[in-house]
């Protein structure tokens, strides 16, 4: 590739460096989409889905999700795994003296 950096003002440098990076997800998505393929495609040559041999490879792209263990008892629509950060309701109810016990399914 022929481009001559050093002649170009900074915002023609700012204007190709915002298309190269758009280029560059833009590869990365395809690269991914073709491992994930071949991937699947290798698994499926002795007889398995990708998601029976790689349960956290089937929780990456979106198929598995963790149970909720603890729900808001004043909102039950409002739960949590038990995973990550606790939600605010938790922390306001274990403030409160309530036992995370209390809080379980």
């Given at each position: 590739m022929g481009i001559n950096?050093?002649?170009?003002?900074?915002?023609?440098?700012?204007?190709?460096?915002?298309?190269?990076?758009?280029a560059l997800k833009?590869?990365?998505?395809r690269e991914r989409k073709q491992a994930l393929k071949a991937a699947e495609k290798a698994a499926a040559e002795f007889g398995f889905s990708l998601s029976e041999l790689s349960p956290s490879a089937a929780g990456a792209a979106g198929?598995?999700?963790?149970?909720?263990?603890?729900?808001?008892?004043?909102?039950?629509?409002?739960?949590?795994t038990g995973r990550g950060r606790k939600p605010r309701w938790v922390h306001e109810a274990l403030a409160s003296g309530s036992d995370i016990t209390d809080l379980e399914i």
């Open positions: 950096l050093e002649n170009m003002t900074r915002k023609d440098l700012v204007d190709l460096r915002d298309q190269v990076e758009k833009g590869a990365e998505a198929l598995t999700k963790a149970r909720a263990k603890y729900c808001n008892p004043a909102d039950p629509s409002q739960t949590w």
